[in-house]
């Protein structure tokens, strides 16, 4: 909303500054967005007058004239055919910018005579968008600025927060500047209108649909332009002058946050106008032009030009027997009823539409209109008849006519009530010290009512519901610079820290995968449904209603589209190399337990030349990764299983890792050709998901004292073992029974060659393991060696039906 | 006599002419071998008289130490110059590349999160989380927004489709909604890492994603919130100004920083306020800490006593303040990132540009950033 600083002063008496009345709104919670000030803009801009006005020596449309300005009289040349002697205009000094035309006037010959400044057209000062010649005054002393002149002043634009709807008006700013200690507020004069005779409109109100409504008849108007002041003060703030009778009610509006709406008495059909619901029941749109294909209950044309369906939710004005909507109640009246020109009788409506019921009628027609937006907000309930009055008042004043008495239907809802305020909670919730007289002058000034320890909000001051809001309203008035800083009581530190394993292990896996080259990702939780189905996910709980684009319309069940989308994307931009990851949220569906935290790798595998030749799988680098990841989180070891992944792997070239039987922490490997593809990337892509949740905890959080560590004196020893075992048998089935041939002696084992060709038999393969022996307590003699190694052969044939290679 | 003067300067000669290991040895096994020439002269001492021995023996045994000694000269210096070859074969062009590494780097939303979290958990703050899919409960009714409040439309809130019974879930639009967990338990069986009740007194700070329906250069539909709640018996307004006073210092680690508290209108807090920093916006970036305009950065206030009352938490002898701010935006702002999609788009050269390498982890000794 916008007002400006001499419509302020209409309310409140003060000499502060536009930069401190700015102010002052910030510190009492009024969101400033911009000042527009003409008068800083053209404040080298003034008043001067031509005395002389002779033809130029050597141009025929220039004329050099002698001007009194505020700098002495100077000789100025001057284009306009209007430049005369006597002539009242605005001057521009050397050195001035002109914001019309952009250039900074500097002293120089104009075809030999020098100009010592300039005369200024309207459109030269941006005050208007054409002009015709340099700007007629009427006769000011020379040296007026121009802002003054021309009567430019500044326009605040600000942000009213939802709670305070009385500072729609601009004298509901007024008193929190007053309150604030910036001036004073103006009594009101009792605008009271006495009716001359009884009103010929009947009204009626449903309670639903309008709880009051108050209205009277203005015969024998005079309808016409506004004056000058009250078509400068509209446009100043953005809005078009119609006319008088309706700019009266926007000035009301604007003024008072009192929406009002005029009817020509002419159009009425009938004489009873009634609020009630709509009649319509379908879901209605702001259709321009109604499909004949669907039945419309309750229409109306509104003064916008557009046709509106009408739902049973909705207040409409009816007249014609409650059978014409002539409006919608608080959003937009109707077409066939406005006041033109010709109106001669006008009737004035001052009604109170529901909050609730207004924003969802502003919702389902699209009207964001002035009087939609207070009323959706919370109009004064009490102002129905001082509203009515006013404007009665100010239409008698600029259309003459005769008043009749006021009607009122309904009653408005009841005011806020006395409420107990101990003011030491003042001090107790905002910590300001503040005197009890001050903090009762600070309420009264704001309207509300103090008698002993009981106060009273305003009927504008809807919002004030409790002792806090109280707080509030005497903090943000003394001002929230005066809180004091008080440094939070010390609360201990958990000397455990304060992050939880899960929320430890996230930060360890980001900076662990970040240490190993990849780069952390934050992509959005949701995706294209399509894709979600890919992963197994798009259940019809996580789509959303109201995607902001059909991309993004269901809730990812992992991260791994994304991150696939994200490498294809770079590899689109010339950047194949991808390594990206991200710790986040993934859903299985709508209730919390279905959210787990995963962490998501995936690496675009595109091996780069390298100079000195070296080779390998990155589906084992990836793996590496994962393992060096898994061991940073403190995972127990886990068992890799293959062939059961999910359908998104590489059926040969992936794997889960399993805690038991049935805990699936990780899954790792190359996606899917068909899934790439789907996703429109260029393959292969290797990657894992680990489950976070899936990660069991250590049983007891805090210290963990290690074992004693019992480093052996003697040398281990390193034997070779190779067998030759089916092709199938994973290499990883022979490494647990060693182990576990002599958990004492055996260290550790490692495969370090697999083989199959010659020298083995079809659809067997040789797999060659390192065993780390580590002696304990003495050497070991050779049979010990010997029988050592028949008890690791044994156990892994035993286990894989595996052959010592002979 | 000269024989002997002989044998040497010729065994001398062979020696010097040795090319390599091999010729040497030939010469040592002629001279010093079983058979060798030396070696038949040392044998012939002992058919000579003691006359003569005592003659010959010295100068023979002499030919020998001196033939010996020659050779492992040789031997020596032979040696060195094979591994000088060796090692000149050997050399190498360093200045070919390394190993290919890529560069591996956190996010600096995450990073910024850290960064946050590090200043909390000094002042003794604990981490709460909650579900990003809401119930209207949690992340409306009890927060103090009223059924069909034109407040809730400010959010843009998305939507999901709506169950049988007609009751639509919401993607959570601020992370307030845990500050309800934290406070009220649920009989609800939650998952551990959801906040599920707490008795006051309460610190906690809540990270967070979160979901408005808006995109442009400052608004994307996903961002990162931080929540701070904190419910004690004597917790005020002065309180909160200088939490977040000193969390704006330390963030953007400077003491030059100037904030204003301004006066603004929450649903779920009572006194509600917006804090600004000052800033210089000439020249196209934003700097904190100089210049004279004000840019908003948070908003917090008192916990609103139907907050409380909707909790289990008595307004009487409870209150606290809880305040929240845009993780990515800070980070903007402490960082110079010029737009907030960029966050989430994943491109490599931005995250390599942009954000931070494995160690550096927020550190009260080593400073933030």
């Known amino acids: 909303m916008k007002f400006t600083l001499s419509w302020l002063k209409q309310h409140l008496d003060t000499n502060a500054s536009v930069q401190e009345v700015v102010d002052a709104m910030t510190m009492a919670g009024l969101e400033v967005e911009d000042v527009h000030d003409p008068a800083s803009r053209l404040a080298a801009f003034s008043v001067a007058r031509i005395v002389e006005a002779v033809q130029h020596p050597n141009a025929d449309k220039l004329r050099v004239c002698q001007v009194d300005t505020r700098d002495g009289r100077l000789e100025i040349v001057c284009g306009a055919p209007n430049a005369r002697p006597g002539l009242t205009t605005i001057y521009a000094p050397i050195g001035a910018y002109v914001p019309g035309s952009g250039v900074t006037l500097e002293a120089r010959p104009v075809r030999g005579v020098v100009s010592n400044g300039m005369l200024c057209s309207a459109s030269e000062l941006e005050t208007a968008e054409e002009s015709d010649g340099i700007l007629e005054l009427p006769e000011l002393p020379v040296g007026t600025s121009a802002a003054e002149a021309l009567g430019l002043e500044a326009v605040i634009d600000f942000e009213v927060t939802p709670n305070r709807p009385d500072w729609l008006g601009v004298r509901g700013i007024a008193r929190d500047l007053a309150a604030a200690g910036l001036g004073t507020l103006k009594p009101e004069p009792d605008p009271t209108v006495p009716g001359n005779y009884p009103c010929p409109i009947q009204i009626k109100v449903d309670g639903d649909a309008c709880p009051v409504f108050a209205g009277r008849l203005v015969r024998g108007v005079k309808n016409g332009p506004s004056p000058a002041w009250l078509q400068q003060r509209l446009l100043a703030v953005g809005l078009r002058p119609i006319n008088a009778l309706v700019d009266v009610t926007n000035l009301v509006s604007y003024d008072r946050a009192r929406p009002l709406h005029v009817y020509d008495l002419a159009k009425l059909s009938g004489t009873v106008i009634e609020a009630r619901l709509g009649r319509g029941s379908a879901e209605p749109s702001p259709d321009t032009a109604p499909s004949p294909a669907r039945h419309r209950d309750e229409q109306l044309i509104a003064l916008d030009g557009k046709t509106y369906d009408i739902s049973h939710e909705m207040c409409v004005m009816a007249d014609a027997n409650g059978e014409r909507p002539i409006g919608l109640g608080g959003v937009m009246g109707g077409e066939s009823t406005g006041c033109s020109e010709a109106t001669t009788d006008v009737f004035i409506e001052s009604a109170w539409f529901d909050p609730i019921r207004t924003a969802q009628t502003g919702r389902l027609t699209g009207i964001n209109s002035d009087a939609q937006y207070r009323f959706a907000r919370g109009v004064d309930p009490q102002s129905a008849v001082p509203g009515l009055e006013l404007a009665t008042k100010l239409i008698l004043e600029l259309c003459g006519g005769e008043a009749s008495e006021v009607r009122v239907a309904g009653e408005a809802p009841a005011a806020p009530g006395p409420m107990a305020f101990d003011r030491g909670y003042v001090k107790k919730l905002s910590g300001l010290e503040v005197e009890p007289a001050r903090i009762d002058d600070i309420l009264t000034q704001l309207g509300f009512t103090v008698k002993g320890e009981a106060v009273t909000p305003p009927s504008w001051r809807r919002d004030v519901e409790g002792k806090a809001d109280l707080v509030e309203e005497v903090a943000r008035i003394v001002g929230y610079d005066a809180l004091p800083a008080d440094p939070l009581p010390p609360m201990a530190v958990p000397p455990g820290g304060v992050l939880t394993v899960r929320q430890r292990r996230m930060r360890d896996a980001r900076r662990t995968l970040a240490a190993r080259g990849y780069s952390e990702a934050a992509t959005w939780s949701f995706m294209r449904r399509a894709w979600a189905e890919l992963f197994g996910g798009g259940a019809p709980a996580l789509v959303l209603a109201n995607p902001i684009a059909s991309e993004l319309d269901c809730m990812r069940p992992t991260a791994l589209a994304n991150l696939i989308e994200a490498a294809a994307r770079n590899a689109r931009k010339g950047f194949p190399d991808a390594a990206l990851f991200e710790v986040g949220p993934n859903f299985r569906g709508d209730q919390p337990q279905d959210q787990w935290s995963a962490v998501t790798a995936l690496l675009a595998a595109h091996p780069s030349r390298r100079w000195d030749k070296v080779e390998a799988d990155p589906l084992f680098e990836l793996k590496a990764d994962l393992m060096a990841l898994l061991d940073e989180m403190g995972a127990p070891p886990l068992q890799v299983v293959q062939g059961q992944s999910s359908p998104w792997w590489h059926p040969g070239r992936s794997a889960r890792l399993q805690l038991g039987p049935k805990t699936v922490v990780a899954e790792f490997g190359e996606l899917h050709p068909r899934v790439l593809k789907a996703l429109d990337a260029e393959g292969p892509m290797l990657a894992f998901e680990i489950d976070l949740d899936a990660l069991p905890e250590p049983k007891r959080k805090g210290v963990k004292t290690k074992a004693a560590l019992a480093l052996s004196a003697l040398m281990p020893l390193r034997r070779d073992f190779a067998f030759v075992v089916d092709a199938a048998t994973p290499a990883g089935d022979l490494v647990r029974p060693i182990l576990g041939a002599d958990k004492a002696l055996i260290e550790s084992a490692r495969v370090f060659d697999v083989y199959q060709g010659p020298g083995v038999a079809e659809g067997m393969k040789s797999v060659a393991v390192e065993v780390l022996i580590q002696p304990r307590e003495k050497t070991l003699n050779d049979a010990e060696i010997e029988a050592l190694s028949a008890r690791i052969v044994g156990a892994v044939e035993k286990a894989t039906g595996a052959k010592l290679r002979g | ?369």
């Open chain 2, 1 to 369: 006599m000269t024989d002997l003067s002989q044998l040497q300067s010729e065994l001398a000669a062979r020696i010097a002419a040795a090319g390599d290991m091999t010729a040497l040895e030939q010469v040592r096994v002629e001279a010093l071998g079983k058979s060798g020439s030396i070696s038949a002269l040392l044998g012939g001492l002992g058919k000579m008289s003691p006359e003569e021995r005592r003659e010959q023996g010295p100068k023979i045994n002499g030919l020998r130490d001196a033939v010996a000694t020659a050779i492992a000269q040789k031997k020596a210096a032979l040696e060195a110059s094979e591994l000088d070859a060796r090692l000149a074969s050997e050399r190498v062009d360093l200045s070919l590349p390394a190993r290919p590494e890529r560069k591996g780097r956190v996010h600096p939303t995450l990073q910024t999160l850290d960064e946050m979290i590090a200043i909390f958990a000094e002042m003794g703050f604990s981490l709460a989380e909650g579900p990003d899919i809401e119930d209207d409960f949690h992340n409306f009714t009890a927060l103090n927004f009223p059924p069909k409040h034109p407040a809730r439309e400010m959010h843009d809130t998305f939507w999901l489709a709506p169950d049988e019974a007609g009751e639509r879930k919401v993607l959570r639009t601020h992370t307030s909604p845990v500050q309800i967990r934290v406070m009220q338990g649920s009989n609800e069986k939650l998952p551990g890492w959801i906040a599920n009740g707490q008795a006051p007194p309460i610190r906690v700070i809540v990270p967070g994603r979160v979901y408005r329906s808006d995109s442009d250069a400052t608004h994307t539909p996903m961002f990162h919130q931080l929540e701070g709640l904190v419910i004690d018996r004597a917790i005020h307004m002065g309180h909160l100004k200088w939490t977040l006073d000193t969390f704006t210092r330390r963030f953007f680690e400077t003491d030059s920083v100037v904030t204003r508290f301004r006066p603004h209108h929450f649903p779920f807090t009572e006194p509600s306020a917006e804090m600004d920093v000052q800033c210089d916006r000439s020249g196209g970036s934003v700097k904190i800490g100089q210049g004279s305009d004000w840019l908003e950065i948070l908003g917090g206030g008192m916990v609103h006593p139907k907050v409380l009352e909707n909790c289990g938490v008595d307004p009487d002898e409870w209150q606290g303040f809880a305040f929240g701010l845009g993780v990515d935006r800070l980070g903007m702002l402490k960082y110079g990132m010029p737009d907030l999609r960029d966050m989430f788009a994943a491109d490599l050269r931005w995250l390599e540009h942009y954000g931070f390498t494995a160690f550096q982890a927020p550190n009260p000794a080593t400073g933030l950033s």
